[in-house]
């Protein structure tokens, strides 16, 4: 089983070269980093996430997933054939990307790490009731789009992934004011 997720604070830092501090608009002169618990409100409630592996050629594969933030870890699952768990078999770091689509509003989020598979059955039952709670009729109904994947999980036919944040970014828009955080664990 992974060690699960760090509850230490990471170290917080606003790159200004990326921030408006160098480039300064109405506002700027006041940007600050984005405190990590902002970070991890984020994760937890954004829905689709982007997820990128390495294939055994070094080629990227980038592909969307939903995934839920639990006890300082992201966990998202994928089939044990598809493409996605080939790869992490082969190179298991990886980056989740979640953010808005807007130029002037949102906080885009990064967070690498290593996926590690979960095989703990407790953990496997923590995962699937965070993705129950939080993906709701969409996992529990019968008409979900991803209805079944809790048995898929505890029957093994599909894999789940834990990635304990090693460096996370965030890249907030604010009007026009844009923040450029890091955080390293």
Request: charged letters at 20%; glycine letters at 10%.
């Amino acid at each position: 089983m992974p060690a699960q997720g760090t509850t230490k604070q990471p170290a917080t830092e606003l790159d200004p070269r990326y921030s408006s501090a160098l480039n300064p608009r109405p506002g700027a002169a006041d940007v600050t980093a984005t405190e990590w618990a902002e970070a991890q409100r984020r994760l937890a409630t954004a829905e689709i996430f982007w997820v990128s592996t390495v294939r055994p050629d070094g080629r990227l594969h980038v592909t969307p997933c939903i995934a839920a933030w639990h006890d300082g870890a992201l966990y998202f699952s994928t089939g044990r054939e598809e493409q996605k768990a080939k790869n992490l078999a082969q190179h298991a770091h990886c980056a989740l990307t979640t953010g808005a689509n807007s130029l002037t509003e949102g906080l885009d989020l990064v967070v690498e790490g290593r996926a590690e598979p979960v095989a703990d059955p407790a953990r496997l039952e923590e995962v699937i009731t965070a993705y129950e709670t939080k993906y709701g009729p969409h996992i529990t109904s019968p008409e979900g789009t991803f209805h079944g994947i809790g048995d898929a999980i505890r029957d093994g036919h599909v894999v789940v992934f834990a990635v304990s944040p090693g460096t996370a970014y965030g890249f907030g828009r604010d009007d026009g004011v844009y923040s450029h955080t890091r955080w390293a664990f």
